[in-house]
């Protein structure tokens, strides 16, 4: 059954503690800023108090049971089914584990609504573990699949840093409207409820480490598609994810027939990132994940974006590219002197936080270092993301993020080989995104005709490596996202480059088998985390996108 291993669905909900984030807030709210003050430097930062902090630090729920709480808001889907393979015991005050449950009492049976409960239905819902080969190597997977319909289309989604498929609780429903798809969730290797092996990297120089955190995650990602016999998917990927998505298609080319990147991290080129000196947080816009007010994501217009270019005219590929665009990508390539690089230098960044960030001390690490004072740190995060949500989602998504966060590092430690401080790429994609869509591949072998006497041993002719013909790929930004928005326009501008020298000198019928379009989206009132800050506008887009991929393969 769905909840076998710890009783009941009803025994995995009562896990949920009760909303303390809005209550905390409220009294913020109250005692205003001078009450701030007095608290300490820190006391109007950390919403959570001591006391709910300790609490929730005592009596923390598991993994399993905080994901379970989530997905019980996803509408027409009062009993989420929830496996417990893995994730099912709360962490200890020493380090956790993720261990994996091989016997069949940790399963989760598949949980289908039919069309008086579903007015969308019947909908086919399901928690599973994905084993993959070596040890301790599984794909924490939620997917939901239209009964009755043949699926003639997959969806795959990939979450961000540290965080896990249950944020995307508000587009699981609405994305699997779409006729003749099936969606999928994934936690990336070592991060959510996939499992954690040990994270280790083998290589001696710069760019082998690089190349080997990533293999880390992608090929993680390419098993599971060979263990699920899926030849071509729409690849959605948020933040981290959207960086290990290219990543993905340019080591497995062919695969693919969409890529929709939501502010993915690592686009632009930063010469402090890729050499020695690193950028100071003044001069970096991380910061903002964990500073800026969710009222100024959700509530607030982006002044610096015109109006032209937020979602309403940019939502299919026939869309010529505005005025407001051109000037953009004009502006830009002065300011860059046609090169990806900022024209002014940065300081340094304080050797304690280079040596925290270069020694692999995530901030994970300071959560489960921290103790009882975990939550209460979490909760400056959380409170801030999530404040423009129901009190009960909120507090169900913090709890969330707190059960992940306090698991045992794993994928974690992939980050200081991949991004330097101020999240600028170590290999930036800038350099590379021009790829995506035109890699050498090898097809899969064509049968053969035999002759009479060879009818019994059927042959097949390898056919050699042929180009790709490109892939359609969208950029999403929220307007007031703290990812910098010109590096999606660089980026599409590379690719546009890339579509007119690939079609140099090609007849009229080859250039109308490609499909290498792209092309950049800004969701209004929406910031880093465009998927749930402007949940509906994005699911609006994603629709769109998803029937663009069914016309475009004919169906």
């Known amino acids: 059954m769905a909840a076998t291993a710890s009783g009941s669905q009803d025994d995995l909900r009562a896990g949920q503690q009760k909303p303390l984030l809005a209550s905390q807030r409220a009294k913020q709210e109250q005692t205003g800023p001078a009450e701030a003050n007095r608290t300490g430097k820190f006391g109007g930062y950390f919403t959570l108090g001591y006391k709910e902090g300790f609490q929730q630090w005592w009596t923390s729920i598991s993994p399993a049971v905080a994901e379970h709480n989530v997905m019980s808001f996803v509408p027409y889907l009062r009993k989420p089914p929830t496996h417990t393979e893995t994730g099912s015991a709360p962490a200890s005050t020493n380090h956790s584990t993720m261990s994996i449950h091989d016997d069949s009492a940790h399963k989760a049976a598949p949980i289908t609504t039919n069309s008086i409960t579903d007015p969308y239905g019947p909908?086919?819902?399901?928690?599973?573990?994905?084993?993959?080969?070596?040890?301790?190597?599984?794909?924490?997977?939620?997917?939901?699949?239209?009964?009755?319909?043949k699926v003639d289309d997959n969806l795959v989604i990939l979450?961000?840093?540290?965080?896990?498929?249950?944020?995307?609780?508000?587009?699981?429903?609405?994305?699997?409207?779409?006729?003749?798809?099936?969606?999928?969730?994934?936690?990336?290797?070592?991060?959510?409820?996939?499992?954690r092996p040990s994270f280790r990297i083998h290589a001696k120089e710069p760019q082998g480490k690089i190349t080997e955190a990533e293999n880390w995650f992608i090929d993680a990602l390419e098993e599971w598609r060979l263990v699920k016999k899926i030849d071509r998917f729409t690849l959605l990927a948020h933040s981290l994810g959207g960086y290990m998505a290219v990543a993905y298609a340019l080591k497995y080319p062919g695969h693919l027939n969409k890529l929709i990147l939501a502010s993915p991290v690592g686009i632009p080129e930063d010469p402090y990132a890729v050499n020695a000196a690193m950028p100071e947080p003044g001069d970096s816009t991380l910061a903002n994940e964990f500073s800026q007010p969710e009222s100024d994501v959700t509530k607030t217009s982006n002044p610096n974006i015109p109006e032209s270019e937020k979602v309403g005219d940019q939502n299919n590929f026939w869309n010529a590219r505005t005025q407001a665009e051109k000037e953009r990508d004009e502006a830009l390539a002065k300011k860059r002197g046609d090169k990806n690089t900022p024209t002014a230098p940065r300081k340094p960044l304080p050797k304690w936080l280079t040596y925290?960030?270069?020694?692999?001390?995530?901030?994970?690490?300071?959560?489960?270092?921290?103790?009882?004072?975990?939550?209460?740190?979490?909760?400056?995060?959380?409170?801030?993301?999530?404040?423009?949500?129901?009190?009960?989602?909120?507090?169900?998504?913090?709890?969330?993020?707190?059960s992940l966060f306090r698991q045992r590092g794993s994928g974690e430690y992939a980050l200081?080989?991949?991004?330097?401080?101020?999240?600028?790429?170590?290999?930036?994609?800038?350099?590379?995104?021009?790829?995506?869509?035109?890699?050498?591949?090898?097809?899969?072998?064509?049968?053969?005709?035999?002759?009479?006497?060879?009818?019994?041993?059927?042959?097949?002719?390898?056919?050699?490596?042929?180009?790709?013909?490109?892939?359609?790929?969208?950029?999403?930004?929220?307007?007031?996202?703290?990812?910098?928005?010109?590096?999606?326009?660089?980026?599409?501008?590379?690719?546009?480059?890339?579509?007119?020298?690939?079609?140099?000198?090609?007849?009229?019928?080859?250039?109308?088998?490609?499909?290498?379009?792209?092309?950049?989206?800004?969701?209004?009132?929406?910031?880093?985390?465009?998927?749930?800050?402007?949940?509906?506008?994005?699911?609006?887009?994603?629709?769109?996108?998803?029937?663009?991929?069914r016309r475009r393969e004919g169906r």
């Open 356 to 402: 925290l960030w270069d020694a692999n001390i995530s901030p994970f690490s300071l959560v489960r270092m921290s103790g009882p004072l975990g939550p209460r740190f979490v909760s400056g995060w959380t409170s801030r993301r999530f404040s423009h949500l129901p009190p009960e989602e909120a507090q169900a998504l913090h709890n969330y993020a707190y």
């Open 416 to 549: 200081a080989y991949i991004l330097a401080p101020g999240a600028f790429a170590r290999s930036p994609l800038i350099r590379r995104i021009q790829g995506v869509g035109r890699q050498m591949m090898t097809p899969p072998p064509v049968p053969s005709d035999s002759s009479p006497s060879q009818a019994s041993q059927p042959t097949a002719i390898s056919p050699t490596k042929v180009r790709e013909n490109g892939i359609p790929v969208v950029l999403m930004y929220g307007e007031n996202d703290w990812m910098d928005v010109n590096g999606g326009y660089a980026a599409r501008k590379k690719m546009q480059e890339e579509k007119e020298r690939a079609l140099k000198g090609k007849s009229e019928e080859e250039r109308k088998k490609d499909n290498g379009d792209s092309k950049v989206v800004i969701v209004k009132k929406a910031g880093h985390h465009v998927y749930l800050d402007g949940f509906e506008e994005f699911n609006q887009v994603m629709l769109g996108e998803m029937e663009d991929v």
């Open 123 to 149: 909908r086919t819902w399901h928690s599973n573990l994905v084993k993959l080969s070596g040890k301790d190597r599984a794909l924490n997977e939620f997917s939901v699949e239209r009964v009755g319909e």
């Open 159 to 195: 979450h961000g840093y540290g965080a896990g498929l249950g944020f995307f609780y508000k587009n699981f429903e609405p994305l699997s409207r779409a006729q003749g798809w099936k969606l999928y969730a994934l936690d990336l290797l070592g991060m959510g409820r996939s499992s």
